[in-house]
């Protein structure tokens, strides 16, 4: 029977996820806002959102998916512009009008892609026969499309810029942004996986340009020392290793993502006040920087353990997904092994217990997601290796940086991370002059200014 609403054991895991961060963020800001005499219109505004977003999950019709997804937009437009009297957050808010709005032409494409195809405009219906068939031209249409406005809402290079610049907005803006609303592009893709599957092009297309700007993003936040700043950098890197994982199929790995991002986010955005007591603590604690030599024996344990991970079980099917973990691993186990002393021996055996207890435990949500999301797509080993080849490009040129600062190829490789690759001073001269604002300009070119003085 026919119906504008659907809720599968997929999107009654989404909603759970968004009760949870909406009430966190809501309570959060009721506090925050405690002396501002707008608080009314932010939590209207915040309230909105979070209603729209709802909304998106559980439409099952396309033109009511689409009004959901163009409402969300213009919902989180009030909350950038919150303090409108922020050039930063006039750029971004800027920036981000044009985007959602080419996103939305974007997505109204596929949509009418998919209702020529198939000649119904009740997803469920959709998703059920695109799964059973090939890819034919439209589909390819609408696969590449879906792709593209996945690429744009989670804020893929070069289009990245007005996720870097909303930290001018408040705290709570930024946590629902980066732990909720940037996700949708990968639950988009989620939902229409038996269309993006349909096509190879499609998924060759969010592949190459997700694990570039994954690898880009990521080096990116290494240089930065703003922590929101540093998070934003991250967000993008984190939402395009998800697309990723889904242009090769990885479906249960990417909702598996999706979730730990978007708790994690939540909190180091609602949390992030308290960043630099941290930091202080830890500087006065008498941290060590890891050695080469404890990476090298970091790697070496996780391999061993990767390895008996997929004797006892064969967890591992994707090569990409298996050296991600790798370093995963590694980066968990570094610091135990990095400081040798009379409690060495203990604290490095129970980092390797807590390591395995987190082999176990993916392995056991990995089963049971790729059971409760129903999902299945073959892997191409070429994309595979592909990706797998930029995370360890990744790890290299982060081990560059971090270790290496002084080679001249290294320190100009740093400033390029450190300007952003230039991307978004390209994007944003473009958006002024498809939009023209003179405050904007004015702040643009003295941004510009500052980059080519840097630089130099």
């Not at 930063?88 to 997505?107: C, G, I, N, P």
């Not at 955005?269 to 500087?283: D, Q």
């Not at 690759?421 to 004015?442: F, Q």
Request: hydrophobic share 55%; aromatic share 12%; with cysteine.
């Amino acid at each position: 029977m026919f119906s504008l609403f659907m809720v599968t054991p997929l999107k009654l895991m989404l909603l759970g996820l968004i009760a949870i961060l909406g009430i966190t963020i809501v309570r959060y800001s009721w506090v925050a806002f405690s002396g501002e005499s707008e608080r009314g219109r932010f939590l209207r505004a915040l309230l909105m959102t979070i209603t729209a977003v709802v909304l998106v999950i559980i439409s099952n019709h396309l033109l009511l998916f689409w009004a959901a997804w163009v409402s969300v937009s213009l919902c989180l437009h009030r909350l950038i512009l919150f303090y409108p009297e922020r050039p930063r957050a006039q750029l971004a808010a800027h920036k981000k009008f044009l985007l959602a709005r080419l996103s939305e032409v974007l997505l109204a494409g596929a949509f009418i892609a998919l209702y020529s195809q198939f000649h119904t405009a009740t997803i469920s219906e959709i998703i059920q026969r695109a799964a059973g068939t090939a890819g034919s031209t439209q589909l390819t249409i609408a696969a590449v499309l879906l792709a593209a406005v996945a690429l744009i809402k989670c804020a893929q290079l070069p289009v990245h810029g007005w996720l870097i610049q909303v930290v001018e907005a408040p705290t709570p803006v930024s946590a629902l942004l980066h732990a909720g609303i940037v996700n949708l592009g990968g639950i988009l893709l989620l939902f229409f996986s038996p269309v993006l599957a349909a096509s190879p092009a499609a998924c060759w297309f969010l592949v190459i340009l997700a694990g570039i700007s994954t690898t880009i993003t990521g080096l990116v936040s290494t240089t930065r020392i703003s922590i929101k700043v540093k998070l934003a950098w991250s967000t993008s890197s984190q939402m395009g290793l998800m697309l990723v994982e889904i242009g090769l199929g990885l479906y249960e790995m990417a909702l598996l993502h999706l979730f730990a991002h978007s708790f994690y986010k939540s909190f180091s955005f609602l949390n992030s006040g308290n960043t630099v007591n941290h930091y202080l603590a830890a500087k006065l604690a008498g941290g060590v920087k890891p050695r080469v030599r404890h990476w090298a024996l970091a790697l070496t344990f996780a391999l061993i353990m990767i390895g008996i991970a997929q004797w006892q079980f064969a967890m591992m099917t994707s090569l990409a997904a298996t050296v991600l973990i790798w370093f995963a691993l590694s980066a968990l186990l570094l610091p135990s092994l990095s400081r040798w002393d009379s409690g060495s021996l203990p604290r490095i055996a129970i980092t390797l217990a807590f390591a395995a207890g987190l082999l176990v435990l993916y392995t056991t949500a990995k089963h049971h997601l790729s059971i409760l999301m129903g999902m299945d797509a073959p892997l191409n080993i070429y994309a595979d290796s592909f990706v797998a080849l930029l995370f360890f490009s990744l790890f290299a040129l982060s081990m560059a940086l971090q270790y290496w600062p002084h080679i001249s190829w290294v320190k100009r490789l740093f400033i390029w991370l450190n300007a952003g690759a230039y991307l978004d001073e390209w994007a944003t001269r473009l958006t002024l002059k498809l939009w023209p604002s003179a405050s904007l300009i004015e702040l643009q070119h003295a941004r510009w200014q500052q980059i080519k003085t840097e630089a130099k």
